[in-house]
């Protein structure tokens, strides 16, 4: 009879902590974003490859749409009017200068077996 007791409580101790963590409802004030002193009507992005979003051993359009000058320009965005203009290239493998391929990993076969390794794109 003790035991039917004990584990009554728990469960109802359980299910009045549960509802008591259900039950709270929390508000989160959205901040506003400012630019506060800062003018961000003017953004120019000067660098080599980082910058201009060389990744995976070349050039390509997702890679220069995820570059820091664009993910910047697009928090810029929010609070500023002005249109961040990149030059980009075609969509497809990307420019390289050994084979106008990006790396991808690919399944290769090896002397002491398979091993997933980089490859040029096709």
Do not use: H, W
């Not at 800062?38 to 749409?65: C, F, P």
């Not at 570059?67 to 810029?76: E, H, M, R, T």
């Amino acid at each position: 009879m003790n035991s039917e007791m004990g584990e009554l409580t728990k469960i109802t101790l359980t299910v009045f902590i549960f509802g008591c963590i259900c039950s709270c409802k929390t508000t989160i004030d959205e901040p506003k974003i400012t630019s506060g002193r800062a003018d961000l009507n003017k953004y120019l992005a000067v660098g080599g490859s980082y910058t201009a979003g060389y990744m995976d051993g070349a050039l390509y359009l997702e890679g220069q749409q995820n570059s820091y000058p664009a993910i910047l320009a697009k928090s810029f965005a929010s609070v500023s009017d002005e249109i961040f203009k990149q030059p980009l290239v075609n969509a497809g493998v990307g420019i390289n200068l050994d084979s106008n391929a990006k790396l991808v990993l690919s399944n290769s076969t090896f002397c002491y077996g398979n091993a997933l390794t980089p490859v040029y794109a096709a």
